[in-house]
């Protein structure tokens, strides 16, 4: 179990940093990729299989590959060849590395964090597993949040193809 | 090393996660990439979630209210990045670069 969560906590996060290091920018969406199959496995061991699949699906499929069509549709040359400028690397290392220290500090000494997982019942039958619970909550205790949501990506359709009209005034 | 896998595991992982995000958002100069560790911080975010749902066991099932704000997160998060991707390539049209340290007309 631990053996797991160390592998895929490795991936997750060398992915993100690939992100952040690579010149290409397809090599970043394909490190992007990475990162969100090792988050998902993570979602998985955590007993949560409705939103590691969803993890797989919504980010790795439909957003990474909507980022790749972008970065070839734009043909984006591999920038950046030259340095990073010093004050701005210099104050971003600085921000960073601060911040995760607070971060790891807050974490360790709080008495929260210690918590073994616990045990949690088996699914047995068909009205046990979270996919089923998920759902009777999304439509029953958050019925409303659930239609604005569907407002929400209406509005985001017709908003990207007014955006993507050739003439933009 | 520790054989029981403890909230602390998760969450300094998420924390880091959000660290790299972080970073990227901070030093990369392309547009595009500058997206992508957005995702990467709300990423990090939907893990501590996931986390903290599993680890508040009630009647022997985890608080599933966390996964439905996950949800939500996702939806909002596949939104964000249709529109963000559409701006970014209108402002590629007229502007020809995604870099941020060109589309500076707003500095004068």
């Known amino acids: 179990m631990t053996f797991f969560f160390f592998i895929f906590a490795a991936m997750t996060l060398i ?23 090792g988050l998902a496995a993570l979602f998985i061991q955590l007993d949560a299989y409705l939103v590691g699949i969803l993890q797989i699906l919504v980010y ?12 070839m549709l734009l043909d984006i040359p591999k920038a950046e060849n030259k340095r990073f400028p010093v004050f701005t690397l210099g104050t971003s290392i600085v921000v960073v590395v601060s911040f995760a220290t607070l971060i790891v500090t807050v974490i360790t000494r709080s008495e929260v964090g210690s918590a073994k997982l616990p045990p949690i019942d088996p699914v047995k039958g068909t009205g046990n597993s979270d996919v089923h619970r998920i759902g009777e909550l999304l439509f029953s205790t958050y019925w409303f949040p659930i239609q604005v949501v569907a407002v929400l990506l209406l509005v985001s359709t017709v908003g990207v193809v007014v955006l993507s009209k050739r003439e933009l005034k | 090393m520790d054989s029981a896998l403890t909230l602390d595991h998760f969450l300094i992982l998420s924390g880091l996660l959000f660290v790299i995000g972080l970073a990227g958002v901070l030093v990369r100069r392309n547009l595009i990439i500058i997206f992508m560790c957005l995702e990467l911080m709300l990423s990090a ?13 009630q009647e022997g099932q985890p608080n599933y209210e966390g996964h439905v704000l996950l ?18 390539v209108a402002l590629f049209r007229s502007r020809e670069t995604t870099d941020v340290g060109k589309l500076n007309t707003m500095r004068n």
């Open chain 1, 60 to 71: 790795a499929g439909a957003i990474m590959v909507l980022f790749l069509f972008i970065i």
């Open chain 1, 15 to 37: 992915g993100g940093i690939g992100v952040v290091v690579n010149r290409n920018p397809v090599s970043s969406a394909f490190s992007m990729i990475i990162s969100f199959l």
């Open chain 2, 71 to 88: 949800f939500f997160i996702i939806t909002v998060a596949a939104a964000e990045v249709a529109v963000g991707l559409a701006i970014i």
């Open chain 2, 45 to 57: 975010a939907n893990l501590t979630l996931v986390a903290f749902s599993r680890f508040n066991v």
